[in-house]
Antibody, heavy 120, light 109 residues
Framework: QVQLVESGGGLVKPGGSLRLSCAAS????????MSWIRQAPGKGLEWVSY????????YYADSVKGRFTISRDNAKNSLYLQMNSLRAEDTAVYYC?????????????WGQGTMVTVSS | SSELTQDPAVSVALGQTVRITCQGD??????ASWYQQKPGQAPVLVIY???NRPSGIPDRFSGSSSGNTASLTITGAQAEDEADYYC????????????FGGGTKLTVL
């Protein structure tokens, strides 16, 4: 079945780095734009970044630009989020999601999320 | 950048109709999509585009748009519809970003 599974979350100190992965299965990964969305504890959804199907087009939210890097490996059916210079306010559940259109907004498949905690 | 505004909480009696709204300048240019999120679960897409439902979403969910406001209507709300609902759309400021509303907590009485 169509599925996204995130991994790589955990506890990291402020200023540290973490790399999240999202493994896709059940669909042709290379055909779809993909997004990362996060949700701080008890808060709403926040768009983080999206990447085009080929990886040639990438956009970031202002809150993470310059610190986070989205990438994908279509041969491995995988999406990544490299997070550097982490701050307490980056603490959240991070979801990867498939975009139904050639943009990052119609998100029809979501993973279960992976928790990132930034704390000393 | 654009912002999307939602009422924090809405309630509806079981079996009645409820409308959840989302306001923002970007909605004058782009359609919203709507997501349902239950506690401890990932969001689920319920409406996208003009008024499209993914497979498996009951037809009691519908979407509409007028001016700067998008609406999600649940006709004949069920107990299982109690959840948080989020809208999102493209940012209309030309930065190619995506924006989410703050979410609406729906209570089914």
């Amino acid at each position: 079945q169509v599925q996204l599974v995130e991994s790589g979350g955990g506890l990291v100190k402020p200023g540290g780095s973490l790399r999240l992965s999202c493994a896709a299965s059940g669909f042709t990964f290379s055909d779809y734009y993909m997004s990362w969305i996060r949700q701080a504890p008890g808060k709403g959804l926040e768009w983080v970044s999206y990447i085009s199907s080929s990886g040639s087009t990438i956009y970031y939210a202002d809150s993470v630009k310059g610190r986070f890097t989205i990438s994908r490996d279509n041969a491995k059916n995988s999406l990544y989020l490299q997070m550097n210079s982490l701050r307490a306010e980056d603490t959240a559940v991070y979801y990867c999601a498939r975009a139904k259109n050639d943009y990052g907004d119609y998100l029809d498949i979501w993973g279960q999320g992976t928790m990132v905690t930034v704390s000393s | 950048s654009s912002e999307l505004t939602q009422d924090p909480a809405v309630s509806v009696a079981l079996g009645q109709t409820v409308r959840i709204t989302c306001q923002g300048d970007s909605l004058r240019s782009y359609y919203a999509s709507w997501y349902q999120q239950k506690p401890g679960q990932a969001p689920v897409l319920v409406i996208y585009g003009k008024n499209n439902r993914p497979s498996g979403i009951p037809d009691r969910f519908s979407g509409s748009s007028s001016g700067n406001t998008a609406s999600l209507t649940i006709t004949g709300a069920q107990a299982e519809d109690e959840a948080d609902y989020y809208c999102n759309s493209r940012d209309s400021s030309g930065n190619h970003h995506v924006v989410f509303g703050g979410g609406t907590k729906l209570t089914v009485l």
